[in-house]
């Protein structure tokens, strides 16, 4: 199986860090031996490889569909080639080159497709193996191609190039004819004017031998292949886009550029028989109607029982404007036009037949558009659309955030399925979908997947990825809370984004609970509970938080304790909460600045809930002294302990979320209390207008310098590129300086070092990386949980690693994994019975570990992993007992403890592109491969690790790519992979019928091996196009070599592998060659991509 293409391991040999080589040598194992736990992963248990690519291709090129297969074919124009089946069959290729693709030709029922790219090249895939290969490749040299025709049943591929000439390429042996038609032979000679590129080639559904060739000019010639000369020349004033033929071969049709469509009788080339303008307005006194926009493309299909269908994309008249595109259905005397949501790359026409000859029977049209695929019923009236069952909707708004999680509990896709299925719209066609092809593979994988991407409308959607599949189970706009703006003068003034302001920053879900806790960009979290039932929620519970970054001038004496809490109650009083150095700046109405203001305004009515998640708390920031508040960079909820906690640049809040009060509301600063490793300047926000060095700190040795803050932004991962704000006057190198909370983490353990048995607390990671603990007393459980407030206090203890703290977990003494206490799911909306209460009461929020039932004098372990390095501390002893430099010239972007193979490891994806994994507790290097650079910001914030080795990330804005670091799955992948190509019988030949058999009517053959093979035409000129021998080389020949191309093949095969040693030299040079190319003008190409976009355009 072929993983990585030769740039990615050329890149890789450059890029290669060495830290994995020398980690043995560098690993410190400070302290004594506290742990001797066995550890059972090896290095043999990892293996990276992708697996399934899901979404909707992105800027798709080209389209083609096998009606005998049932098989649908979609290309890009980055050279990829999407294979769609019945739902759950899907396949994903890529092209080396990575040029666009722009026509894509299926060999009808043989299990092979031909795609022709812009580079000039021509491709042969075998899709008759699981992963579909190219057997042969073309590269013309002196001409462009530009469009290509494949007879069904034929080996002979027709080639139309810019110069106007055709060429014709054996598909078995992807060698070109010497039979040429020249465009200088197929015009008039008294032809002054070159007519222009190819734009279509047909032969004739009723006699093969006659080959209908458009010219962009506007001219169409009938070429007798035998006789090698024009029998008819047909000419029209306006360029042409498309032609097709009626199935009788006695009419054909073509679409051009004034938006008119012309029918010519194929004995009449002097005018048209017929001329429609189907969308100009008709015009009195007979003049022509008014021109039209070009009509892109035309297909012609006849019925036996009724009227013909033409149907046409593009023709609307100008006046137009704003209109969106649309497909135009003409049957008989009614016109159809249908709105489309994007513009129209392509269509095709679904028929019953794949014989030209015989009445089409057209039963459905595949419109593929820049960003969805639709499927319209022509059999239904009012032609409704077929209910897509792909997951292509992953970019209906554009993704933010990704989170990922693997055997997850067994109820919950049932539940999220259920309350989902009310959402799904009506009116779709009853029938079947239509593209049914392939088989499913093997379902080796039992456990339940859950994806949840986050959007940039404030949509969160739930997806069941169960055993490599995709299937959308539940959509959540958390948008709808909160007050629209109608139009853009009405829009607030508080805005700290310029659009999107609901857009999803960060996911916390418990999925034990169902608890969900997301983070959106203008400061706001709201925290939501799943129900089966539907409420309405008359007051929307909201809190308001102040958080801000000051440093008093008077430097904190050493004596001086952390700074009184504020006790649970009133949401935020600022005198209270945070020690001011400035009174003025606090005053909002003195001098005008914004003050105390949330960027959102929530819904003051009643808002009914429909089931599934609903809303138990809405949490702003707000505006401090003309302030706007910082955006939020690290959440987490728990629901054992009725708490979410999140923290930004300036600090860190906590609330209770049962009582709705803020418990914790903190500086980063305030949280060391006098243990502050930092001289730290005074500042006021009112001073700093000019970049300086104020608020730039002296930092300790450990810990990360700010020019290597620069090197690794973690905070502008989750911070900056989303923020584009307008009026904070917080210069970007304070910003970049200051002590961000980059990750939290609720837990049972050990808080100071003579703790003897575990509790709950909060553990806190900075972007300097210092990890400081906040126990936790939580009042009984019941009706008590309600009433006594929760105590929160700094426990002092303070952990230091390099670089920006990442992810935090816990062992137990076995090595296992800690998992966060939780309360299991029950349902809120429906009153408890009496024993129900009781058991609450007794309930008491207690972690899960297996520790907690152990004696108390056994330890636990921290794994902790930043952006450049992982430790293991020992607790309640606090000793480092394994410390592993990850990277020292780049950075972590994404590390996640998780479980494989009935163990645990730490998994990390580097900025410099490598995957590693890490053994636990020792930290033993498992795996460090090359595996994809980091290329833009949308890799960075959705690549994510979860259990049973597997990772995904955003690869394209509409796509996921999902990949597998487990030994196990990429050996069973082939099995779980569906099958494309299913032996299907051709349906038979339409019948000739005695009259026209005996009176020489009906279809007429053509022995094309008499007039194209060598015998007769002769060998084209070498110059004109090489050979280049797929990957699937002359195995994958003996693979595809059956049906009925395949039985030429067979007779071909021994004499190929006789030759083939004579030419493998020359054609292993072509394909270095051709490789080299294609390396220099891709890396060219990622030079030029990204300019003037979006940060979730990326």
């Known amino acids: 199986m072929r993983k990585f293409n030769i740039r990615k391991v050329l890149d890789g040999l450059t890029a290669v860090s060495s830290s994995a080589s020398a980690a043995a040598a560098q690993q410190q194992q400070a302290g004594a031996r506290e742990s001797d736990i066995p550890e059972t992963l090896q290095s043999e248990h990892f293996q990276l490889c992708k697996t399934v690519r899901h979404g909707f291709p992105y800027q798709p090129s080209a389209l083609a569909f096998d009606p005998v297969q049932k098989i649908l074919a979609i290309g ?96 078995e042996s992807f060698t070109l004819s010497g039979y040429v038609i020249m465009w200088n032979k197929a015009i008039e000679l008294s032809s002054k004017s070159h007519p222009g590129p190819i734009v279509h080639i047909s032969d004739n559904p009723m006699d093969e031998g006659k080959l209908l060739i458009g010219f962009e000019s506007g001219t169409v010639v009938l070429w007798d292949l035998k006789s090698k000369k024009a029998d008819y020349r047909y000419t029209h004033d306006e360029a042409i886009h498309s032609v097709a033929w009626h199935h009788e071969g006695k009419q054909f049709i073509c679409s051009h550029s004034d938006g008119t469509l012309t029918i010519w009788n194929v004995k009449s080339p002097t005018k048209p028989f017929q001329t429609i303008t189907p969308h100009g307005k008709q015009l009195k006194d007979g003049k022509k109607p008014e021109p039209c926009k070009p009509i892109l493309k035309v297909e012609y299909k006849t019925t036996r029982a009724g009227e013909p269908f033409i149907i046409l994309s593009g023709g609307l008249s100008y006046d137009t404007v704003g209109r969106r595109p649309c497909l135009t259905v003409m049957h008989g005397k009614s016109t159809a036009v249908l709105e489309m949501d994007y513009s129209i790359v392509d269509f095709l026409t679904l028929c019953e037949t794949p014989y030209p000859n015989d009445f089409q029977e057209p039963y459905a049209v595949v419109v593929l558009l820049e960003k969805d695929l639709v499927l319209i019923d022509l059999a239904q009236n009012g032609y409704p659309i077929f209910e897509n069952p792909y997951p292509l909707t992953i970019h209906e708004s554009p993704v ?35 593209i049914s092809g392939g088989n499913w593979g093997l379902i080796t994988q039992s456990y339940p997947e859950i994806i949840i991407t986050g959007h940039a409308d404030g949509s969160i959607k739930f997806w069941d990825a169960s055993a490599i599949t995709l299937q959308v189970l539940y959509k959540l706009k958390t948008a709808k809370v909160f007050e629209k703006s109608r139009n853009k003068d009405d829009r607030p003034n508080t805005d700290i984004v310029d659009e999107d302001p609901y857009a999803i920053q960060i996911i916390s879900w418990c999925p034990e609970s169902r608890m969900l806790c997301i983070a959106g960009v203008s400061a706001h979290v709201i925290i939501y509970r799943f129900s089966k039932q539907e409420v309405t929620t008359e007051v929307i519970p909201m809190l308001e938080v102040r958080l801000l970054y000051e440093i008093n001038d008077v430097e904190t004496p050493d004596g001086e304790q952390v700074p009184p809490l504020p006790t649970p109650g009133t949401g935020s009083n600022p005198q209270s909460i945070v020690p001011q150095s400035h009174p003025s700046t606090s005053s909002s109405s003195s001098d005008g600045l914004r003050d105390n ?72 600063i305030e949280l060391y209390g006098s243990n502050d490793p930092y001289r730290r300047e005074p500042r006021s926000p009112r001073k700093t207008r000019q970049p300086s060095g104020a608020g730039l700190c002296d930092i300790n040795e450990g810990t990360v310098v700010p020019e290597d803050r620069c090197k690794s932004p973690t905070s502008d991962i989750k911070d900056n590129s989303f923020s584009r704000s307008r009026s904070s006057s917080v210069t970007s190198i304070d910003k970049e300086s200051r002590e961000a909370i980059s990750a939290l983490h609720f837990c049972e353990t050990f808080t100071r070092k003579a703790d003897t048995s575990p509790s709950p607390c909060l553990w806190v990671g900075t972007t300097l990386g210092t990890v400081l603990v906040i126990g936790l007393n939580l009042p009984p459980g019941g009706e008590q949980r309600l009433l006594q407030p929760v105590i929160v206090s700094p426990s002092g203890t303070i952990l230091r690693l390099k670089g920006a703290i990442l992810r935090m977990a816990f062992l137990d003494t076995t090595g296992s994994l800690v998992p966060p206490a939780h309360e299991p799911w029950r349902e809120h ?57 990850i990277t ?139 050979h280049i021998p797929g990957p699937g080389g002359i195995e994958g020949v003996k693979g595809a070599a059956s049906g009925v191309v395949g039985e ?15 030419g493998e030299l020359e054609e292993k040079t072509a394909a270095m060659l051709y490789s080299a190319d294609s390396f220099s003008k891709h890396a060219h190409e990622m030079m030029l991509k990204y300019k003037d976009k979006k940060w979730y355009q990326f």
């Not at 004098?857 to 480092?880: D, H, R, W």
């Open 76 to 171: 890009t124009q980055t050279g990829a080639l999407r294979l769609f089946g019945r739902p759950g069959v899907e396949c994903y290729c890529q092209h080396d080159s990575g040029a666009a693709v722009i026509q894509l030709q299926f060999l009808i029922n043989e299990g092979a497709l031909v795609s022709a790219l812009a580079d000039d090249t021509l491709h042969l895939w075998n899709l008759r193996q699981k992963r579909p290969a190219i057997l042969h490749s073309l590269k013309f040299n002196r001409e462009r191609i530009m469009f290509c025709h494949l007879p069904f049943q034929s080996k002979w591929l027709y080639v139309g190039t810019e110069r106007g000439n055709i060429h014709i390429v054996n598909v």
């Open 400 to 434: 933010t955030c990704c989170e990922y999680f693997a055997d997850c509990p067994v109820d919950l896709i049932p539940a999220l399925y259920s309350v989902g299925a009310r959402q799904k719209r009506q009116g779709y066609s009853k029938k079947e979908w239509p």
């Open 597 to 668: 203001v949330p960027c959102l305004k929530v819904k003051n009515s009643p808002l009914k809930q429909s089931p599934g998640y609903q809303i138990e708390l809405v949490i702003q920031l707000v505006w401090v002294s003309g302030e706007p508040p910082q955006q939020i960079t690290s959440l987490a909820v728990n629901s054992a302990y009725g708490l979410v906690v999140f923290g930004n640049c300036n600090g860190i809040a906590m609330v209770d979320y049962l009582q709705k009060t803020v418990l914790l509301n903190l500086g980063t």
């Open 829 to 885: 909306n429906v009153p408890e019975d009496k024993d129900e209460k009781d058991k609450s009461k007794k309930r008491r929020p207690v972690s899960v570990s297996p520790s907690s039932s152990q004696e108390i004098s056994e330890n636990q372990y921290a794994v902790i992993c930043s952006e450049k390095q992982a430790k293991v501390i020992s607790l309640p002893s606090q000793n480092c007992i394994y410390k592993q430099n």
């Open 888 to 1026: 020292e010239t780049s950075f972590v972007l994404r590390g996640d403890i998780v479980a494989l193979s009935n163990s645990i490891c730490l998994a990390c994806f580097c900025a410099n592109g490598h995957i590693m994994t890490f053994s636990l507790p020792s930290l033993r290097p498992l795996l460090d491969v090359y595996y994809l650079p980091l290329t833009n910001m949308r890799i960075a914030r959705t690549f994510c690790f979860t259990n049973n080795g597997q990772a995904l990330y955003l690869v394209s804005p509409t796509e996921i790519q999902r990949l597998t670091y487990s030994q196990e799955t990429c050996e069973n992948l082939q099995e779980m992979l569906g099958e494309l190509f299913t032996p299907v019988e051709t349906p038979e030949a339409p019948n000739r019928g005695f009259f026209k058999g005996l009176f020489g009517g009906g279809a007429q053959s053509l022995d094309r091996e008499e007039l194209f093979g060598e015998s007769a035409s002769g060998k084209a000129s070498r110059s004109l196009a090489q």
């Open 1048 to 1062: 030429l093949a067979r007779a071909r095969l021994a004499l190929d592998e006789r030759g083939q040693k004579l």
